[in-house]
């Protein structure tokens, strides 16, 4: 028997040691009563795992070859990584400002407006309250086409646009504005429609922390010299939710870096005018569905997903509990 034999069979017993001393390890702890917990917890794990782990590996995997669909992947290194940050004329340029300027706009501002509309609801009585909820909610539960409809009436760019319609009757243009097709109005009107349709599961999640806030907090507050109510919610309101408000930053941040699609939904083309309108998701989608490029794609979802990840974690710092 040679040592070849011997290191293989060596390594052989000390993996199959390992896997007994796993599942003895994993059967005491399913004795100690926790087996309802794994039955509840494995449909989540299975789906997270097959829909979100096993894409991002994927897509880590393929943004190290040149992939076009057909053949088979062929390994380049960090060629794509390379190309995207040095020799794409429009992703440092364009894209990458874009995308930030939106998400920055977008994020903080939905985060705020969910926050402030969750408070100001929290102080109705229960029926308007539910009412209210539903009327702010709903536009998010609506398709993305549908909202583009709705809008491009609104921003049309000819004289039966109601926007250039209005301001045509009073006389504050001479002639009307092309909204969507040009480079200075497209942004602008992307974060409106963007802004309006943010009210999704984060404004629920700060409605719900608030409204389940124990009410003598606020009386024990008055009591020790809160005497307004900024300084009910800078004090009370605010860090007794913090999970609610960590949870509604993450979903800010990852609705502001996906939201690109609606400018290539409201300028009916891809990529949008001048690049005016144009984010990394869109960039995603050129490279992957126009061009076949899927390793310069996975490349870029690579990067968006740093991105996202980089600003929850500060947001997640923001929020710990380390007071």
Known sequence: MNNETIVKESLFTKIKHTWWKFTDKAGEWMDKGNRTTVIFLLPYV?????????PVIVAMFLSFTYFNGISSPSFTGFSNYM???????????????????????????????????AWVLSQLPKLPRTIMTLIVYSPSMTSGIAMTVLWKIIFSGD????????????????????WLQS?????????????????????????????????????????????????????????????????GAVMAIVNAFSAGAIGVQLSGSNPTP????????????????????????????VILLIIVYLFSWIFRRLFSDND
């Not at 319609?165 to 009307?176: A, D, H, N, V």
């Not at 990394?280 to 569905?289: F, P, S, T």
């Open 274 to 301: 001048n690049y005016a309108g144009q984010l990394i998701v869109n960039h995603i989608d050129d490279y992957g569905i126009l061009r076949k490029e899927i390793g310069m794609s996975a490349a870029l979802s």
């Open 46 to 54: 299975l789906m997270f795992s097959i829909f979100i782990v096993l």
């Open 159 to 178: 004289e039966q646009g109601y926007l250039n319609s209005i301001l045509l009757q009073f006389g504050m243009i001479s002639e009307p504005i092309q």
């Open 183 to 247: 480079g200075d109005y497209l942004m602008p009107v992307m974060i409106i429609v963007t802004l309006w349709s943010s009210m999704g599961v984060g404004f629920l999640a700060m409605l719900s922390g608030i409204l389940n806030i124990n009410r003598e907090l606020y009386e024990a507050a008055y009591l020790d010299g809160i005497s307004n109510r900024f300084q009910e919610i800078i004090y009370i309101t605010v860090p007794t939710m913090k999970n609610q408000m960590l949870f």
């Open 83 to 117: 190309f995207v940050f040095t020799q794409d004329q429009y992703f440092m340029k364009t894209i990458l400002p874009n995308t930030l300027l939106f998400a920055i706009i977008v994020g903080p501002g939905g985060y705020v407006l969910s926050f402030l509309l």
